[in-house]
């Protein structure tokens, strides 16, 4: 397996623009978190999905973060319109169902500045 | 808020020497986790411990864990210049069985 793949990479956008972070996790994983890492607030949680439904996004900084999950191999996080405080890394990462089972496979991650 | 708060947040030393981390956590947990994490990269899980163990190793790798003083320690044996990484400790809030991590602490080993 190639492990949790996200894209892109590295994106630097412009205050105001849409941003979409893209993540394709482990076959078979039940479960997809989204992180975000900043030095000021290292990592935190936004948004988890199991079977490909929400089910916590207490994490999600203010109405403009969105993320889907349309199918159990792909999901997305849009910030529209992005700020400059939204520069973070964003990681997302999958595992197994199961109540004893909650290692987490981490992505790279998505750096992303906003000028 | 963090659930878990890794202690110290940044650790220097030579090659050789031993690296301690703890970390402190606020309500019951089911397990405990450690996530290493290289510069640039994303995090890989080291060990887990449960609740009701008190001990655990893995290669160079100890953690204790002790759930009257809602504490853990993480320690690296015989450190190497390729363990330079930042360490972060990984506790299931609210007994949920979803990971919250602290800011982890950043380790420096000079060869």
């Known amino acids: 397996d190639a492990g949790v793949i996200q894209s892109p990479r590295h994106e630097v956008t412009e205050m105001g623009q849409e941003v979409t972070l893209r993540c394709k996790p482990i076959?078979?994983?039940?479960?997809l978190f989204w992180y975000r890492q900043t030095m000021m607030r290292g990592l935190e949680l936004l948004i988890y999905?199991?079977?490909?439904?929400?089910?916590?996004d207490s994490g999600m900084p203010e109405d403009r973060f969105s993320a889907k999950m349309p199918n159990a191999s792909f999901s997305t996080l849009k910030i529209q319109p992005s700020e400059p405080r939204d520069s973070a890394v964003y990681f997302c990462?999958?595992?197994?169902?199961?109540?004893?089972?909650?290692?987490?496979?981490f992505g790279a991650g998505s750096r992303l500045t906003v000028l | 808020s963090q659930q878990g708060e890794e202690d110290p947040q940044a650790l220097s030393i030579q090659e050789g020497e031993n690296a301690t981390m703890n970390c402190s956590y606020k309500?019951?947990?089911?397990?405990l986790q450690w996530y290493r994490q290289n510069s640039g990269r994303g995090l890989v899980h080291l060990i887990l411990?449960?609740?009701?163990?008190r001990e655990k190793h893995s290669g160079r790798l100890r953690v204790t864990l002790d759930t009257s003083k809602k504490s853990s320690s993480l320690l690296i044996t015989a450190s190497r210049a390729a363990d330079t990484a930042s360490y972060f400790c990984?506790?299931?809030?609210?007994?949920?069985?979803?990971?919250?991590f602290g800011r982890g602490t950043s380790l420096i080993v000079h060869p």
């Open positions: 990462a999958s595992r197994r169902g199961g109540s004893g089972a909650n290692v987490l496979t």
């Open positions: 076959s078979g994983h039940d479960y």
């Open positions: 999905f199991n079977n490909n439904v929400p089910i916590d």
């Open positions: 309500t019951s947990i089911n397990n």
């Open positions: 411990i449960r609740s009701n163990e």
């Open positions: 990984a506790t299931d809030k609210g007994g949920s069985y979803i990971p919250t």
